[in-house]
């Protein structure tokens, strides 16, 4: 099971307050529901998904809601490998009306149009709010394994719909954006403490738990190879450095000989034709007498004046 269908079971399988019933359906109904018409012109209300729990929570919501036991059917659908898909169906007509009134949505049994009324009520609290958001990502939200990257979105059919997701997120503190899929509208997320703080909001504890592991172990991965990188970044840069110097060391001792040259700088040359790769401050400490860095800095400017003096060129 993807990391995505976890969080989905996960906050299927939560107790709520019977507060928060009717605005998580009516985010739902909105993702992913499906309202439609019998042979007899009577409204009908469907969703379909592959998550078995979430099929059971529609059903346990829908008979705490209205009494009513909705139809479940099972389906093989054979783009998804023939896994089974659930379609949970309010197919009794009166049930289905009071249903789409309480969560605002009205039906032209003329044109059969929906027409979007959102009331208040769905998100008028906190907890409201936050079962909405919850009801959304059921019904039409998808979030990748931190393993491989960070990206959790949710599938809109309209843009007004994005909107308002995108609203109720940022009374969450939760910046989100939206994009063009198709006909469709996509509200998403792309920072890790974002997607971190919007699954512990939803209530997906476990989840957060193993998302914030993953998160950890890669930013210190990241660390590490960015401390080593840097790593070998200085010992090319010390082993450059110290080439170009025994550059100049050896056409000064070609072009007037190293006995030339002061007591002092003559040591550090040859000091340093014996360790070519190490950094200034190893050459330093390995001087008798030691000398800080500055110091062997302030010599090889001699040096390489000198060198150039005798013609040397880069």
Not at 169 to 175: D, R
Not at 215 to 244: F, S, W, Y
């Amino acid at each position: 099971m993807s990391f995505s269908q976890n969080v989905k079971t996960s906050l299927a399988k939560m107790t709520v307050g019977k507060e928060e019933y009717i605005s998580e359906i009516g985010a739902m109904v909105r993702m992913n529901g499906t309202v439609g018409f019998s042979l007899r012109g009577e409204v009908t209300v469907e969703f379909l998904t592959e998550n078995n729990p979430l099929a059971r929570r529609i059903f346990s919501l829908i008979k705490a809601l209205y009494a009513y036991d909705a139809l479940i059917m099972v389906k093989k659908n054979p783009r998804l490998g023939y896994h089974n898909n659930y379609l949970v169906a309010i197919n009794d007509v009166n049930t289905a009306q009071k249903f789409l009134q309480d969560v605002g949505l009205r039906v032209s049994t003329e044109t059969f149009a929906v027409e979007d009324r959102f009331p208040q009520k769905l998100t008028n609290s906190e907890l409201r709010r936050r079962a909405y958001l919850r009801g959304a990502f059921l019904g039409a939200g998808t979030v990748i394994d931190p393993n491989k990257g960070y990206h959790l979105e949710m599938v809109c059919r309209d843009a007004l719909h994005s909107k308002r997701l995108k609203r109720l997120l940022e009374k969450e503190n939760l910046e989100s954006k939206i994009s063009l899929r198709g006909e469709n509208r996509v509200v998403y997320l792309k920072e890790a403490e974002k997607i971190s703080d919007f699954l512990a909001m939803l209530g997906a504890h476990k989840e957060v738990l193993y998302f914030e592991n993953v998160r950890v172990l890669k930013d210190m991965r990241a660390h590490v190879n960015r401390l080593v990188n840097c790593e070998n970044a200085n010992m090319d840069k010390a082993l450059n450095t110290g080439l170009k110097q025994v550059e100049w060391i050896k056409w000064i001792e070609e072009k007037k000989g190293l006995e030339s040259l002061p007591s002092d700088m003559r040591a550090l040359c040859v000091l340093r034709l014996k360790n070519k790769d190490i950094s200034l401050k190893e050459l330093g400490e390995k001087a008798n007498p030691p000398l800080s860095k500055s110091a062997i800095r302030h010599r090889f400017s001699k040096i390489e004046k000198l060198a150039k003096e005798l013609g040397y060129k880069d």
